[in-house]
């Protein structure tokens, strides 16, 4: 019985914390830190997101996410995405947090 509390109590801990981590708040210092192809973080709309695989991986090519890089890229990304549903929704998987001042 004991035992089945513990677990119980591990996975409960293990489901908070997994809750908790796409909402983690990063300063724009903190973030600017992450400016480099294989560490890159961007801001948009208030959000942050780790799209270092994006680097390699996006359709539009490599330079218009290296130019985001540690920096906020609501702009490039809303006058290029802003209209269109899949890169908004994909993008949900790079979340990584919200920023703050
Ligand atoms: C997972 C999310 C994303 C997906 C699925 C995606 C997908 C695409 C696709 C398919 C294109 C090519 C469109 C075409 O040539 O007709 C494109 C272009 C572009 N994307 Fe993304 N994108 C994503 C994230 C981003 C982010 C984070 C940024 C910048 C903040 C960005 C900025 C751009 C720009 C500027 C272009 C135009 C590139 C050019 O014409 O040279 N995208 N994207």
């Given at each position: 019985m004991t035992i089945i509390k513990i677990v119980f109590v591990i996975i409960l801990i293990y489901v908070v914390s997994l809750l908790f981590q796409k909402n983690r708040y990063y300063s724009a210092a903190y973030i600017a830190?992450?400016?480099?192809?294989?560490d890159c973080w961007t801001i948009v709309n208030g959000k942050v997101y780790n799209v270092t695989q994006l680097t390699k991986t996006h359709s539009g090519g490599p330079e218009s996410i290296l130019s985001v890089c540690g920096k906020d890229g609501s702009n490039i990304f809303n006058g290029r995405h802003?209209?269109?549903?899949f890169p908004q929704s994909e993008m949900e998987t790079f979340k990584i947090g919200v920023s703050t001042k």
């Open positions: 830190k992450h400016s480099t192809p294989g802003g209209k269109e549903s």
